[in-house]
């Protein structure tokens, strides 16, 4: 046999034990009558020594083995000669006295160390992502991966939840981003899509009376990619029927709790912070923040219009408003590293970016001469302002006040090594907007999508000012990263054509599109609602890398190609046309 453990599992026998490993050849040193080979598997290293005067002839096989070749190695397991123990290593204090040893396979010298990665580029690493795999780094995120979608697997199958697998080749849907369409060679003309996500399908299910699913799947988007976006990528899908929003979110939390307490060993307080979608745009800006550290935004309006700055003054007498943000220890920066921060607003879209310094000799800035001393300090009491801060001020639109001062406030946090990188913050935002305009189509369309159910409380306005229609959408933020959405449904028909009609969805664009569910919802269709988890990003927080690429076996560049297969290409012109399709 090729082997009888994997390394690690030798680290738990006692000296004397015969074993079987294979693997590859990590390095091999030659010291003279005693041959080294550090041989590796996807578990860890172990030490194997050949005794040349004892087996001549093995050590002459030895001698030609390199880099990244594939053996098979039996012999008796051995403690490490006093003074020669590996500390650095898992079962370094043990190693193998080599009997027999048997080549399986060579291999060309690598491109680059596999032991070692990190200075090498990710395009290399891409092309040849089999040798990255064989790195410690790679190799970390794909065990954590496969331990984490099992324990998630369990954890559902404990509440009650069915896996079950929902089609990759279904109707095209849009209403996000665009579809990847799959041309149909029996139905030239017709096209499949590949799912976003099985929305429309985990809906049926709870239609088909199947109460809690659960399924590990694969979605695609056709989008423009960045750090946390493929597009082709895995969530966990989850929906169950007869339960509400807080019941629903009960048993997420639970799962949560599971995950943390097995890869960060870690208690989660329960139940998890809820902020609602208002209150984080309004103290943090962001529909996701970061609660690792504090600075909120400051609302100085009422306090603004008092002064003679124009900028403040012009702003809130067209309707704007006027935000801060505390930078702790920001005022010892130089004017230059203040002018830069200016610079980074407006690259972000800001006009511009008024601040003070507040400093124990007293407060500084240019704009101090329009502010009287005694608003000075009712702005620096208002936004809690200590010696050796520096306060920054955007006045605007309230969106674009807000979106300005929650990106600067995460960039802020960075300055000044305010994030631990270490915590875990966890909270539900919830309470969305049902609806946004669409001020280029002159329409509303959905925030999450159709399918949200509107807030109870605010069936009454949608008639007159849907606009300010809350819904039951939640989004799980864990370090200001979105790691899960979702929503209770319209499970009526009547409230599910009401919302096609607010996004300007005519009845007969609804059939065409969505004939399929509504009929679905005719049938007794019961209560229900669920979300996805992002099974990538959250892997990627859990190890704390900076891309899912990092996290995913097979990944894509930025601009959606597979480096190691050349996709996507260029196909043979007789598939075109067995497909009827023909290149424009």
Excluded at 211 to 220: E, I, L
Excluded at 499 to 520: H, N, P, Q, S
Excluded at 552 to 579: E, I, N, S, W
């Amino acid at each position: 046999m090729y082997r009888s453990h994997f390394i690690a599992d030798l680290y738990q026998f006692s000296p004397g034990t015969v074993v079987t490993v294979a693997g590859w050849v990590h390095a091999v040193r030659d010291h003279g009558g005693l041959l080294f080979i550090e041989l590796r598997d996807r578990s860890g290293r172990i030490q194997c020594v050949i005794d040349a005067h004892q087996n001549p002839v093995m050590e002459n096989m030895a001698k030609m083995l390199r880099d990244e070749w594939v053996i098979s190695i039996h012999g008796s397991l051995n403690n490490r000669p006093e003074g020669t123990v590996n500390e650095e290593v898992a079962g370094g204090n043990l190693e193998i006295r080599v009997s027999s040893l048997r080549v399986l396979n060579s291999s060309q010298t690598p491109p680059f160390p596999v032991d070692d990665t990190k200075g090498v580029s990710e395009t290399l690493r891409l092309t040849y992502r089999y040798l990255d795999m064989r790195s410690p780094f790679l190799l970390e995120a794909l065990r954590l991966r496969s331990e984490l979608t099992t324990l998630i697997r369990n954890e559902m199958v404990a509440h009650q939840f069915w896996e079950i697998e929902t089609p990759l080749l279904t109707r095209s849907t849009p209403e996000g981003a665009r579809d990847f369409l799959v041309p149909s060679r029996l139905e030239r003309g017709a096209f499949y899509a590949l799912p976003q996500s099985p929305q429309l399908f985990k809906q049926l299910l709870m239609v088909g009376g199947i109460d809690r699913y659960f399924q590990v799947a694969r979605c695609f988007r056709d989008e423009d990619l960045r750090a946390d976006r493929q597009p082709e990528f895995t969530q966990v899908d989850i929906e169950a029927s007869f339960l509400n929003r807080d019941q629903f979110l009960g048993i997420i939390e639970n799962l949560f709790c599971a995950i943390f307490r097995k890869f960060k060993n870690t208690e989660l307080s329960r139940p998890f912070m809820r902020l609602t979608h208002a209150e984080a745009m309004e103290k943090y800006g962001s529909d996701k923040p970061d609660l690792r550290f504090g600075l909120p935004i400051v609302d100085i309006s009422a306090i603004a219009q008092n002064t003679s700055f124009a900028v403040f003054t012009q702003t809130l007498g067209s309707g704007g408003t006027v935000r801060g943000l505390r930078f702790p220890g920001g005022a010892s920066r130089s004017r230059k590293e203040v002018e830069d921060l200016t610079l980074w607003a407006q690259g972000q879209g800001a006009k511009g970016l008024a601040w003070i310094k507040a400093e124990a000799s007293g407060f500084s800035s240019p704009i101090l001469k329009f502010i009287p001393e005694p608003l000075q300090k009712e702005i620096a009491e208002a936004m809690g302002a200590e010696h050796g801060d520096l306060l920054l001020f955007i006045a605007d639109t309230l969106p674009q006040t807000l979106k300005i001062l929650g990106l600067l406030r995460s960039h802020v946090a960075r300055l000044a090594n305010l994030i631990d990188p270490t915590r875990m913050e966890l909270l539900w935002v919830i309470d969305f907007p049902l609806l946004e305009w669409n001020p280029d189509e002159k329409r509303f369309e959905a925030v999450h999508h159709p399918f949200t159910a509107p807030h109870p409380d605010d069936l009454a306005i949608l008639s007159d000012t849907p606009e300010l229609a809350r819904s039951l959408a939640y989004d799980l933020v864990l370090n200001g990263t979105e790691v899960g959405g979702g929503s209770i449904r319209n499970h009526e028909i009547e409230l599910q054509k009401r919302v096609f009609d607010l996004i300007g969805m005519t009845e007969e664009e609804a059939k065409r599109r969505f004939g399929f569910l509504l009929e679905a919802l005719s049938f007794g269709a019961p209560p229900h609602g669920g979300m996805a988890v992002g099974l990538d990003r959250l892997a990627m927080i859990l190890l704390g890398r900076d891309s899912i690429r990092d996290v995913m076996a097979f990944p894509k560049t930025q601009k959606g190609t597979c480096l190691l297969t050349a996709a996507p290409a260029p196909v043979d012109p007789g598939q075109l046309r067995d497909l009827g399709l023909k290149l424009s």
